[in-house]
């Protein structure tokens, strides 16, 4: 089955990070970007990251840089994303989304991870 | 930084026509792609390449583009419609990816 599993939510309180995972299923790994795309509560979308788990090369969202890392285990066909330094604003639905290349669109969607960040 | 601009809601009676725009300096030489995503859920692709169809969208939704919007249109609606939509859009001036606002479409 063609999916992406994402790891289970997180709470975590302000300065600390948080890591999630994004496990792919049922297509050839190597032959699709991931991204990260966010939703704050009763927010829109925010496309954060990219990789390109052929080569490991990644692009960042230009407000997100230095904060956010994301790393891929061709191995495992796992792709990782840490947000550090978290503040309340960064309490969102994460998810993790394929596209074919850097200029399509995001066909598949994993079904999203909740981080809290609370004091 | 390129920003898409869409109106927050549109309501539709059932069987009428909804369109959901999406402005952008010059977006009609851009490639535009729309998600529609329902409470709780992931969003999905409805629209990409402008026009195009995945699997399973019925023909009812369509796009389109002019110089400065892009227009999502959804004909005969449904109760089944009502979702909020998104266009979204690949920069290539900084290589980030762009999403609307978001508009809320409810079903009268």
């Known amino acids: 089955q063609v999916q992406l599993v994402q790891s289970g939510a997180e709470v975590k309180k302000p300065g600390a990070s948080v890591r999630i995972s994004c496990r792919s299923s049922?297509?050839?790994?190597?032959?699709?970007?991931i991204h990260w795309v966010r939703q704050a509560p009763g927010h829109g979308l925010e496309w954060m990251a990219r990789?390109?788990?052929?080569?490991?090369?990644?692009t960042y969202a230009q407000n997100l840089q230095g904060r956010v890392i994301v790393a891929s285990d061709t191995s495992t066909r796992t792709v990782y994303m840490e947000l550090s330094s978290l503040r309340s604003e960064d309490t969102a639905i994460y998810y993790c989304?394929?596209?074919?290349?850097?200029?399509?669109?995001?066909?598949?969607w994993g079904r999203g991870t909740l981080v809290t960040v609370y004091s | 930084s390129y920003v898409l601009t869409q109106p927050p809601s549109v309501s539709v009676a059932p069987g009428e026509t909804a369109r959901i725009t999406c402005g952008g300096n010059?977006?009609?030489?851009?490639?535009v792609h729309w998600y529609q995503q329902k409470p709780g859920q992931a969003p999905v692709v409805v629209i990409y390449?402008?026009?195009d169809r995945p699997a399973g969208i019925p023909e009812r939704l369509s796009g389109s583009k002019s110089a400065n919007t892009a227009t999502l249109t959804i004909s005969r609606v449904e109760a089944g419609d009502e979702a909020d939509y998104f266009c979204?859009?690949?920069?290539?001036?900084?290589?980030?990816?762009?999403f609307g606002s978001g508009t809320k479409v409810t079903v009268l």
């Open positions: 989304v394929r596209s074919k290349d850097i200029v399509t669109y995001f066909d598949l």
């Open positions: 049922g297509y050839s790994f190597s032959s699709f970007h």
């Open positions: 990789i390109n788990p052929s080569d490991d090369t990644t």
């Open positions: 010059n977006i009609g030489r851009q490639t």
């Open positions: 390449y402008d026009n």
């Open positions: 979204q859009l690949w920069d290539s001036d900084t290589d980030h990816y762009v």
